[in-house]
């Protein structure tokens, strides 16, 4: 079997590096095609270079550009490699513009898709990747769910004959890093310039285009980090720092230090050393449930629902409605309830594998 995986953002890097890794035991055929949708050395080569993933076989260089650009770029260069490729199966993963053109692309080539972490749902339409996630759905042959929320959403939509429930391949890479980082495998994170790893700090991370894409939205957001009665590193993303210039938004005020976006094993060490999460990242949110931290997302809902329970996660849509409540909630201790295994085993990407072999033509 071959199975071509494309990618292009940096979550997706995190999800292929169990995937490319659960393949280099088997007789299967692996490639890999980036779009080059993310091309900062911090949001890319560091991963490749971190989690042991072989180079891409295939490097698109699309870049940035507006949605329809961006999608447009992936999908006209995506036709000659899979023609040149004919795969029997093009893995797609997540809800990124790089997942929506790869699984177009091939499905009109009449090529089998697979989606990894299918049936995700905010219900936020004004949510890009909301829409990069129903139409990649809708268009997939093969629904890799990791939750059974997840399955219950491909289900109401029709959709449960093309499900699989495999579970998170993101807790493969988060539980085997995690144990390097505890063992001392890797060197301590470079936590932003004025924070000091052995006192309490939040590690905090804002990205989404419907928090920084909105001025007043950014400022209030970035006032409410400024405000915390704790350090705050905040890893800025290229797209925060980008709209916050364009806005005429400082990022280090009060609280607040900032620093690069980190790498993956970097990032679990300086999550384990937090008092815990404040972001607007998907992937995040789950790392700060998988390690033990309490999160804040600073958003109105979120797809990953089993990290709410017993408040390990809590939604916060507006700080500034919160008051002094606000500091407390950031800086709240982590919940005594024990955590479930929502995410699954840890053995999510062999299961891939085995469901994709099973399933191929
Ligand atoms: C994308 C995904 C989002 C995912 C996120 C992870 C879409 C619609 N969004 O958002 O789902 O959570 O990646 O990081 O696909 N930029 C750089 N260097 C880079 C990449 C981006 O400077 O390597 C800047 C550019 O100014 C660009 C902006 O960031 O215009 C946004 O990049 P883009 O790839 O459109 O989306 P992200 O915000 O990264």
């Known amino acids: 079997m071959k199975v071509l995986s494309v990618v292009g953002a940096r979550p997706q890097l995190v999800k292929l590096a169990p995937i490319a890794s659960a393949f280099a035991g088997t007789e299967h055929q692996h490639v890999i095609v980036h779009t080059g949708q993310?091309?900062?050395?911090?949001?890319?080569?560091?991963?490749?270079?971190?989690?042991?993933?072989?180079?891409?076989?295939?490097?698109?260089?699309?870049?940035?550009?507006?949605?329809?650009v961006q999608t447009g770029a992936v999908l006209s260069a995506m036709d000659p490699v899979l023609e040149l490729e004919k795969p029997d199966w093009v893995l797609v993963y997540g809800d990124t513009n790089s997942t929506l053109a790869g699984a177009i692309a091939a499905v009109k080539m009449h090529i089998p898709v697979a989606h990894l972490e299918a049936g995700l749902r905010s219900f936020n339409r004004r949510m890009p990747e909301e829409h990069n996630r129903v139409l990649t759905d809708h268009a997939a042959d093969l629904l890799l769910a990791p939750t059974q929320e997840a399955v219950r959403h491909l289900r109401a939509e029709g959709l449960a004959d093309r499900t699989q429930l495999v579970g998170d391949v993101m807790v493969d890479v988060c539980h085997l890093v995690r144990d390097d980082v505890l063992a001392g495998r890797y060197v301590p994170a470079a936590l932003p310039d004025g924070i000091d790893p052995a006192a309490p700090y939040l590690l905090a991370t804002l990205h989404r285009a419907e928090n920084t894409d909105d001025p007043a939205r950014l400022a209030t957001l970035l006032g409410a980090l400024a405000a915390l009665p704790v350090p705050v590193a905040l890893l800025a993303h290229p797209r925060l720092v980008a709209r916050a210039a364009?806005?005429?938004?400082?990022?280090?005020?009060?609280?607040?230090?900032?620093?690069?976006?980190?790498?993956?094993?970097?990032?679990?060490?300086?999550?384990?050393?937090?008092?815990?999460?404040?972001?607007?990242?998907?992937?995040?949110?789950?790392?700060?449930?998988?390690?033990?931290?309490?999160?804040?997302?600073?958003?109105?809902?979120?797809?990953?629902?089993?990290?709410?329970?017993?408040?390990?996660?809590?939604?916060?849509p507006d700080p500034s409605l919160l008051g002094d409540t606000w500091s407390a909630l950031a800086t709240r201790p982590a919940p005594d309830a024990e955590r479930g295994t929502p995410y699954g085993d840890g053995h999510a990407a062999t299961r891939v594998v085995e469901v994709l072999a099973r399933h191929a033509r």
Request: hydrophobic share 40%; with cysteine.
């Open 38 to 68: 993310h091309y900062d050395v911090n949001l890319s080569d560091v991963f490749f270079s971190g989690l042991g993933i072989p180079d891409p076989d295939v490097h698109l260089g699309v870049g940035s550009g507006s949605h329809g």
């Open 246 to 316: 364009a806005q005429g938004l400082k990022l280090a005020q009060g609280a607040v230090h900032v620093g690069q976006p980190l790498p993956y094993a970097a990032m679990v060490a300086a999550v384990l050393g937090s008092a815990g999460v404040v972001t607007d990242s998907g992937g995040l949110q789950k790392e700060a449930y998988l390690l033990g931290r309490p999160c804040t997302t600073l958003r109105s809902e979120t797809e990953w629902v089993e990290t709410l329970v017993d408040g390990w996660n809590v939604l916060v």
